[in-house]
Each structure stands twice: as structure tokens, then as C-alpha cells.
């Protein structure tokens, strides 16, 4: 695509120039204010923010939670992603439709109902605490909430990829005597991984910074249910701006290497396709 | 890094004939969605009404319930509005123009995606906060971002960034040059070209963008949380006041709110539904 010839150098000069002034001032700057804080004392004063108990403890519940949800999700949203593409079923439309519930829902929201059907002093919820499940207040609930926020990340990666790939080879495998899950691991599963991998990562990259839903349903008990975001919220009402800035730096980093890594995946699938293309 | 949301093949038999695995699968996804989605929301609905209407109905005519209502819708409208105008020029900077930088512009757009709405509040306390960057300028000027609505806009549009440019640069490109130069050859200005030819044939996915830049800003708590203090009848959003009224156990208030919030958030999915098969129809 060319640039527009026709519109005037000052047209374009202006237009490219609110464009950038617009992201730099909304997005780099404030970035940065947090990156300044988080080393206003060097890497010393960083690395003591981090290594604070309080810290490390809830760095690795919110890495662990997020990581045992991002498995979940990623068998289920592949499993959604081939049922929604392959099956015709009464009331698929809206089975897909419902996918993308959260997100349109506020993440509160989320959490406030998680609450009420999970919470000990709930029909549901009363039922599993007689049986020993503990749910709401315990890092159970935190799973079940990103479960919840993160559900159709797999599912829309997976779907385009799944409808764009012809039956044939399944059926060719499946004709010459392969198991139906065998076909899947051998066939399938080759075909479409680029998006698991995909969807996966941006689930997981959601689930460390969520906050909404979380600090409702986790109670926040430091040691055992305070996640990450909540702890940098602490310390944020606490005055604490350097330490809350420092664990914001880790997280933020997380972040962008996950995302560059599946802008990385997604460019070497579009080459690939071209190459096959071609 | 927004999903695209396809519409289920019409054909396609699956993986061979085994009824019994086919049934199988469709229950374990249609199991897992009852439980994980439809769950909550049944449970919200019968708790919201438990008590009958009459205190439902008290407890949402609350004064500080209405401020918060309002608040929440002025706040969003204004962030629809900058993620709007700015979102549409940079759309179509990046994809109409060519220059050194552009890859990391396009880089930039996404990453409000990937920060936790905590440290989306956190920048601008340090910004403009007590010893923040800009705090010397904006006291002199007697300016008050922090605890005050402009932070509020400020945190709700930077989470909200995204969706219309993304939306939207797909659309633009898909469109291409042809009509705009065919329009300007027969003497339109290029203000006549952008109302006239680009805007109506890329509307569906700028409408798209903005009703998804509205449902996520209105449910915007986190930043909003860590920027406004939450004062009652002041800074309060309807978010903030679901979390505040469960915090002093004013149940039916904080959930009916919470109800109110996700009957909305339900009519946008349906409102997202209808629009999607409108963009797919113009896409082709």
C-alpha cells in the first residue's frame, strides 16, 4: 500500500505527529514514571523491594495460580475451539456467543458473583466446605476466578486456525485405522499448536496482572491468598510507592516478554503459511 | 492481540463417526461452560432478587448509588471519546503510513493489554501524585488530577487504548485506497473524502471498537481504585461502589449493582453478537 500522494505533506505531517504525541504521552511516559521509581536506589533498592517475604510470597502464588489456570484453560479452550468448529449441536450459537461473556464483564462483577455462589455461607458453597473444599478465601478461588477472566483467550485463537484447516488429512488418518486421539496428537495437534501456544501465553500474561475479580474472592490473606497485584496495591495505600513500583517493574517485564514472544509465534506461523502458499 | 471472533463453519463432520466421543466432547465443553460461566450468573441473579424487588429497588435509588452510576457513565463516555479520536488517527497513521518507528508505535498500542489495571493506577499517582513528575507544574497551575476525575479519564482511557485502534486498522486496510482516489480525482477535499467514503465504509468495525472501549472502560475498577481514593458521592464509580458496599456489608446494594452492571455488560454481548455479523458482511 502506498502512502496517499494525494494528501498534503502537512496533512500527513500532522496527522503522524498527534498519532505518536498521543501514544507517547498515554503509554511510554507513565511507563516510564514506573520503571524511575522502581530504581529510584539502583538495582539494590529494587532487588530488597523484591526479595521482601511479603513479596516473594505473593510473586509466587500469583505465578502459580496463573500457570495451574493457564493449563486448564489451554485443554479447554483447544476442546471448546474443536466442539464449536466440527459439531453441530442444538444451541451452539449460543454456546459460542457465551464465550466471549468475560469479556464483556467487569472483572468485579465476576468476582462479586463467584462470591455468591461459591462463598461458605452459600447453598454451593456451604456444600463444598462440609465436604473439605475450600473455595472462596483460598488460592482455589483465585484460580477459579482467572479461569473465569482468561477462558476465551485459547478458544478465539484456536477457532480461526481450526476452520481454515481442510477435514481431509484427519479423515485420511483416521480411515487408514488411527485412533480418533491419535489422530488428534499426530494430525491435529501439529497444525494448530502455534495458536495453543498463543492463546496460552496471552492467558497467562492476563492472569499476573489481574485485580478485580481476585481481590474479591481471595480475601487476601498475606502468606496464602494475596496475589501480586494486590500486594503492589498495598503497598501503593501504604505509601509505599518505590516498593509497589519495584514489584510493577517484574510484573510489567513478564509481561512484555510474553507478549513479544507471541508476536514472535505469530510471525513465524504467517511466514510459514505464506511458504506454503507459495 | 484481540481475538478474532469467527462464526462456526456450516459444515464439517468431525474426527470419524464415533457417536460416543462426539457426545462426549460436547458434553465436557458444554459441562465446563455451565459451570464456569452460566453458574455465577444464575447465582447473582437469584441472590440480587432474594429479598423481592421492593429492597432491590430502595437500595439502587440510593442517592450515593445514582452519583455513582453517573460518575461511571461520564468517566467512560469521556475515555470512549480520546480512545476514539486519537484511536481513529492512529489506525490510520499505522496503516496508512510509512515511517522509521512505526513497528514500535504498532508495539506500543497492544501493551496497555499486558499491565495489571493496579500499575495502570500506580503510573499515574506517580505522575501526578504527591512528588510526582508533573506535581510542581499542576500545583502551580491548581490542577488536581489524583483523587479527581481527570485521573480517573486518564487511567480509564489508557486501559481502554487499544480496542478501536485494533479494530479498526484491519477494516482500514481491508478497504484500501481505490474509492478515496476515485473520490478525490472527481475533486473531493480530503475532509468530503474522509466523511463521505472512508468513514461509512470502515463504520462497522469503528462501532465495534467503540462499544468494546465502552464496556471494558465502564467496568474499569482496578486503576480507577488506585487513582480516584473512592470518595463517596464524589470519585465513587459504580465499580468502586460494589466494593466499598460489600466492604460494610450492605449486601443487597453491592450485589444488586453488581447485577445492574452485568445485565448491562450482557446487553453489550448482545449488542457485540449483532455487530459482528454486520463487519463480517462488510469485510466481504
Known amino acids: 500500500m502506498t502512502q496517499g500522494q494525494r494528501t498534503s505533506p502537512w496533512g500527513r505531517w500532522g496527522l503522524r505527529a498527534t498519532a505518536v504525541t498521543f501514544l507517547l504521552l498515554m503509554i511510554v511516559v507513565p511507563l516510564a514514571a514506573v520503571v524511575e521509581r522502581g530504581f529510584t536506589d539502583g538495582l539494590a533498592g529494587l532487588w530488597e523491594d523484591l526479595h521482601a517475604p511479603a513479596a516473594m510470597d505473593a510473586l509466587w502464588l500469583t505465578l502459580w495460580t496463573a500457570l495451574l489456570m493457564t493449563v486448564i484453560n489451554t485443554v479447554m479452550g483447544t476442546l471448546t475451539a474443536y466442539v464449536l468448529v466440527r459439531y453441530r449441536f442444538p444451541g451452539q450459537a449460543l454456546m459460542n456467543a457465551l464465550v466471549d461473556l468475560p469479556f464483556a464483564f467487569p472483572t468485579l462483577v465476576t468476582g462479586v458473583m463467584l462470591v455468591v455462589l461459591y462463598g461458605p455461607q452459600r447453598a454451593v458453597g456451604g456444600w463444598l466446605q462440609r465436604q473439605g473444599i475450600e473455595i472462596i478465601f483460598a488460592p482455589a478461588g483465585i484460580v477459579l476466578a482467572l479461569l473465569f477472566v482468561t477462558y476465551p483467550f485459547v478458544v478465539r485463537a484456536v477457532q480461526p486456525v481450526l476452520m481454515e484447516l481442510e477435514t481431509e488429512q484427519e479423515e485420511v488418518a483416521y480411515t487408514l485405522g488411527a485412533s480418533p486421539a491419535w489422530t488428534f496428537v499426530r494430525v491435529l495437534l501439529p497444525a494448530i499448536l502455534p495458536a495453543v501456544v498463543t492463546g496460552a501465553l496471552l492467558c497467562f500474561a492476563r492472569a499476573l496482572g489481574e485485580f478485580g475479580s481476585i481481590v474479591i474472592v481471595a480475601g487476601n490473606i498475606p502468606g496464602k491468598s494475596l496475589t501480586a497485584p494486590v500486594h503492589i496495591f498495598g503497598e501503593i495505600e501504604a505509601g509505599n510507592l518505590r516498593a509497589a513500583a519495584s514489584i510493577s517493574v517484574l510484573l510489567l517485564g513478564l509481561s512484555f516478554l510474553l507478549i513479544l514472544f507471541v508476536d514472535w509465534v505469530q510471525q513465524r506461523r504467517e511466514h510459514r503459511s505464506v511458504a506454503v502458499s507459495v | ?284
Open chain 2, 1 to 284: 492481540m484481540l481475538p478474532s471472533h469467527p462464526e462456526p463453519a456450516k459444515t464439517g463432520s468431525g474426527l470419524g463417526g464415533a457417536a460416543i466421543s462426539r457426545g462426549f466432547l460436547i458434553a465436557v465443553v458444554v459441562g465446563y461452560l455451565l459451570v464456569l460461566l452460566a453458574g455465577p450468573l444464575v447465582a447473582i441473579v437469584l441472590e440480587a432478587f432474594d429479598q423481592g424487588l421492593a429492597p432491590l429497588w430502595a437500595a439502587l435509588t440510593q442517592p450515593d448509588v445514582l452519583h455513582a452510576f453517573e460518575m461511571t457513565l461520564w468517566i467512560s463516555l469521556a475515555a470512549v471519546l480520546l480512545c476514539t479520536l486519537f484511536g481513529t488517527v492512529v489506525a490510520f497513521v499505522l496503516v496508512r503510513q510509512r515511517f522509521i518507528g512505526r513497528a514500535f508505535l504498532n508495539g506500543l498500542v497492544d501493551l496497555p493489554f499486558a499491565v495489571s489495571p493496579v500499575v495502570a493506577g500506580l503510573m499515574y499517582i506517580l505522575l501526578f501524585g504527591q512528588q510526582g513528575w508533573f506535581e510542581p507544574w499542576l500545583e502551580a497551575a491548581g490542577i488536581k488530577v489524583i483523587f479527581n476525575w481527570p485521573g480517573m479519564v486518564l487511567a480509564t482511557t489508557f486501559v481502554a487504548i487499544p480496542f478501536v485502534i485494533r479494530e479498526l486498522m484491519p477494516v482500514l486496510q481491508a478497504v484500501g485506497l481505490d474509492q478515496e482516489q476515485a473520490a478525490h480525482t472527481l475533486g473531493a477535499s480530503r475532509w468530503t473524502t474522509f466523511w463521505r467514503v472512508t468513514l461509512p465504509s470502515v463504520k462497522w468495525g469503528l462501532f465495534y471498537g467503540i462499544v468494546l472501549t465502552f464496556a471494558r472502560a465502564m467496568g474499569e475498577f482496578g486503576a480507577v481504585l488506585v487513582v480516584s481514593g473512592g470518595i463517596s458521592g464524589r470519585t465513587e464509580t459504580a465499580t468502586l461502589f460494589i466494593f466499598r458496599a460489600l466492604d460494610e456489608r450492605q449486601q443487597v446494594a453491592g450485589t444488586g449493582v453488581a447485577l445492574v452492571m452485568a445485565a448491562f455488560s450482557f446487553s453489550i454481548l448482545i449488542v457485540m453478537e449483532l455487530l459482528k455479523s454486520r463487519t463480517q458482511e462488510a469485510a466481504q
